[in-house]
């Protein structure tokens, strides 16, 4: 019996997100970038996905159950990434401490293949940390309670 720690990080909309654009390792300077109102419908398919300060990456983090864990996403996430021809900033900290930034650096931005990425990678399946998955859980559920109750009063992703 496995022991292993699982979250579905996975939201409504994924596989459409998937589907939707692929890099082929093509992303140039003329990609264009998911303009901000765009960006804004998306990000519900990808809940456990955050814009960095600056506007030009999404990022994940998220705690391994150990370093074997950590690594093992890593190496899912490389094969996943060499496949699309698109390729995230990888981080490791304190031995199980995962980031991940994704954007497209010819363009500086956000593209739908870096959106399309994210969602292939919330597809892998991780090993949590048992307190991590917990207190991200409860987040996820405040997050979409907060989200029905803002789409009465007309709010949009912040």
Known sequence: MSTAVQLNVQGPGAAELIALARCAGACSKDTPKVEPAD????????????????????????????????I????????????????????LRN?????????????????????????????IEVDYSPKWAKAEAERMASK??????AAGSGSTWE
């Open 39 to 70: 960006l804004a419908k998306h990000m519900p398919s990808l809940p456990a996905w955050r814009l960095t300060a600056d506007g030009t990456a999404i990022r994940r983090t998220f705690v391994a159950k150990n370093f074997m864990a950590a």
């Open 72 to 91: 093992a996403f890593f190496n899912k996430v490389a094969e996943v990434a060499e496949a699309q021809g698109h390729h995230p900033d990888l981080h």
């Open 95 to 123: 031995f199980r401490e995962v980031e991940v930034v994704v954007s497209t650096h010819a363009v500086g931005g956000i593209t739908l293949p870096d959106l399309a990425l994210a969602a292939m990678m919330d597809a």
């Open 144 to 149: 979409d309670n907060a989200s029905a109750s």
